[in-house]
């Protein structure tokens, strides 16, 4: 059994003095059984950090085997996030749903893009005509999301283009939802947007193209955005890249890059849920929650608020209990308050999954 003592942060202003773990479930009930063996574990406890945009089983050259799915999960949890929303993998993980020691999944199945429009070896490629079956499907595949690819440098124009017509996304998103799924978006530029939210998009990734009038629709029909801001600090290198032979879409990148902390801040003042996420499993390593969340905080966001979109607001928004009554004991305790200071996530101090103490608390790495 464990005792948690100090500060239990049940939401961003519930406290509780102390919470108890007994049979892998929390509780705020005393124990009532004597000769009991407790642990003590003290400090700023917290319901497990969530990474809402990251891909377990996938890095820059398409899917991983086991072992390296493995050490991606365990360092996403050494580092705090317990919940992974995994928006995309053509790797099968869900035997990692049957180890007590790795963190919870909800998964968007595979990525679907247009043909030879998007990363080689990430994505279930089809044309328009695919799309309602192909999101049907990638639905059952996954934890209640799909993961479309809205737009892509389009070589024939040398920028970013939209990947699908308007009456495309229509009809999958409205696939998808009658599936029970909701549907999330890459989005990189502004031209794509429009049709997404008129088609009853649920979430945008990265966003950085959002204008006045994309984002007053994103609040107005409660679609959220996970920028992934440690990942768009990668476009100043991906438009050196591509300077040479598609200069339009580096400048368009460049110009994306520098608007990206204003985007975030008008994005959350205009009321659009904001929500942490890392893109990690790319071309970035795992367990770097903790630094996105201090975008987020550079961003504009306050600490309480950069802390709620990577935590309690998260769990929320993905359907996922926190520190509450007779749930999964999933918890990460903090040397100091993080409402106040979220630079304090960077060092947890003790990590509990299913009840159980675990990971290496090793800072983030590949």
């Known amino acids: 059994m464990l005792e948690l003592r100090g500060r239990v942060l049940v939401g961003p202003d519930d406290e509780r003095g102390r919470a108890w773990v007994i049979d892998g479930r929390l509780t705020f009930e005393p124990p009532t059984a004597a000769g009991t063996q407790v642990s003590l574990l003290e400090g700023w406890v917290l319901p497990g950090l969530v990474d809402a945009h990251c891909h377990v089983g996938l890095d820059a050259h398409g899917p991983v085997d086991a072992a390296t799915q493995q050490r991606q999960a365990e360092t996403d949890r050494d580092n ?3 919940l992974l929303r995994d928006a ?8 990692i749903d049957d180890r007590p020691d790795l963190p919870r999944i909800v998964r968007a199945g595979r990525h679907i893009a247009r043909t030879k429009r998007y990363l080689r070896n990430y994505a279930d490629e089809i044309e328009p005509d695919e799309l309602p079956a192909t999101m049907a499907v990638q639905a059952r595949r996954g934890d209640g999301w799909v993961k479309l690819v809205g737009d892509w440098i389009d070589r024939s124009v040398g920028d970013l283009a939209p990947c699908w017509p308007a009456e495309a996304l229509v009809a999958g998103i409205a696939a998808a939802h009658r599936e029970g799924a909701r549907v999330t978006a ?3 530029g502004e031209d794509c947007l429009p049709d997404l939210l008129a088609a009853g998009i649920d979430c945008i ?36 890249r591509a300077e040479e032979k598609f200069p339009s879409y580096a400048a368009h ?33 795992h367990g770097l929650v903790a630094q996105e969340v ?23 928004w993905l359907g996922r209990p926190g520190l509450t009554e007779g749930e999964s004991a999933d918890l990460v305790v903090y040397p100091a308050d993080p409402r106040t200071d979220v630079a304090v996530l960077a060092a947890p101090t003790a990590i509990v999954l299913r009840g159980r103490s675990v990971g290496g608390l090793r800072g983030g790495s590949s």
């Open 80 to 82: 705090g996030a317990l």
């Open 88 to 95: 995309g993998s053509p790797a099968d993980t869900r035997w």
């Open 186 to 188: 890459h989005c990189f």
């Open 205 to 240: 990734e990265h966003a950085t193209g959002l204008t006045d009038a994309t984002r007053a629709e994103a609040a107005r029909r409660g679609v959220a955005i996970v920028p992934t801001l440690v990942n768009i600090n990668t476009f100043p290198s991906l438009a050196a």
């Open 253 to 285: 990148m460049r110009e994306l890059h520098s608007s990206r902390y204003a985007n975030v801040r008008y994005a959350h003042d205009a009321g659009v849920p904001v929500f942490c996420g890392t893109d990690a499993g790319g071309s970035l390593p």
């Open 294 to 316: 201090a975008e987020l905080r550079v961003a504009g966001l306050s600490d309480r608020d950069a802390l709620n979109a990577a935590c309690w607001g998260a769990r929320s």
